[in-house]
């Protein structure tokens, strides 16, 4: 493991440890974090420990086109029960992802300092939300990092209030990057949920590919 200094780079992510763990220090700059993102790397840690740097192998993503949409959420997403923005409560959406509580975790990996590097990147034209309403309540939504040239989005958090709430604005994100031609979605770990959703694991090796211009 490698202890980062002020100076803005990183390891070959091929020294990560067995659990993907890469490094430990350096800061949330804008300039930092791009390069992380770019180069298949993202930090994630708990409040009070030092930041801490991730590449996993294998690494879960999310192909557009298998995005698994079954009879009864399609009629979810026909009702129009609900309304879909892109980019328009950023702060908002992060804010109720560090907020929610989920199953078997205590506390939030986003800390403050990570909500306010992340919309820092927003404000930026690199961070991007999708927010999911009813009426004129936020009921759910994600954020993540735009990697426009490489064509990938890298998911990082997403929260729901609503049944299906998130899982709408999960729909609507992967519509736009099928009409941009995105190649993935980075969900990073594996989780059950994005398994049934469609996601699935493949190897650092093949994601560094398709992250690479």
Not at 130 to 146: H, K, P, R, S
Not at 154 to 183: I, P, Q, R, W
């Amino acid at each position: 493991m490698h202890l980062l200094t002020e100076k803005i780079w990183f390891p070959p992510v091929t020294d990560a440890d067995e659990d993907g763990l890469l490094a430990v220090g350096g800061d949330l700059s804008s300039e930092r974090l791009l390069l992380a993102y770019q180069s298949g790397i993202f930090p994630w840690y708990s409040e009070g420990q030092p930041i801490l740097w991730w590449s996993p192998n294998p690494r879960m993503v999310l192909f557009p086109k298998e995005l698994r949409v079954s009879k009864s959420f399609r009629k979810t997403i026909n009702s129009e029960k609900f309304r879909v923005t892109f980019n328009t409560s950023f702060p908002e959406v992060i804010k109720n992802c560090a907020a929610i509580k989920r199953d078997g975790q205590a506390g939030t990996w986003i800390t403050s300092e990570m909500e306010r590097a992340y919309i820092g990147l927003h404000e930026k034209g690199y961070a991007f939300s999708v927010e999911v309403w009813q009426e004129n309540e936020l009921t759910g939504g994600l954020y993540g990092i735009d990697l426009a040239d490489q064509k990938v989005f890298c998911g990082e958090s997403m929260f729901t209030k609503v049944s299906d709430a998130s899982k709408v604005g999960l729909y609507h994100l992967v519509e736009l990057l099928k009409e941009k031609n995105y190649k993935l979605i980075d969900c990073q770990i594996y989780t059950e949920h994005l398994e049934r959703l469609g996601a699935k694991e493949i190897s650092r090796d093949e994601f560094l590919q398709h992250i690479s211009c």
